[in-house]
């Protein structure tokens, strides 16, 4: 099973597994492609409100966020 572990952006360890989650993966991240029409509900800029397009499980390869280890 493919899995990307990502660590808490507010460093709480007793968040998800000791400060860390999992998030599924597939072998093409690449292809689960899809719009965020509503950016202003995530990380856009105030103003920005132009439709986002966000790849990978959960918008993981889209968002400030980055894998730390990476299993297959």
């Given at each position: 099973k493919?899995?990307?572990?990502?660590?808490?952006?507010?460093?709480?360890?007793n968040?998800?597994e000791?400060?860390?989650i999992?998030v599924?993966?597939?072998?093409d991240e690449?292809?689960?492609?899809?719009s965020?029409?509503?950016p202003?509900?995530?990380t856009?800029?105030a103003?920005d409100?132009?439709?986002?397009n966000?790849c990978?499980?959960?918008?993981i390869?889209?968002?400030?966020?980055?894998p730390?280890?990476?299993s297959?």
């Amino acid at each position: 099973k493919r899995q990307v572990s990502t660590q808490s952006t507010w460093g709480n360890a007793n968040f998800g597994e000791a400060g860390y989650i999992r998030v599924a993966r597939t072998s093409d991240e690449a292809s689960l492609c899809g719009s965020d029409v509503t950016p202003q509900d995530g990380t856009a800029c105030a103003g920005d409100d132009e439709a986002i397009n966000v790849c990978g499980t959960c918008g993981i390869l889209y968002d400030t966020s980055y894998p730390l280890h990476a299993s297959a």
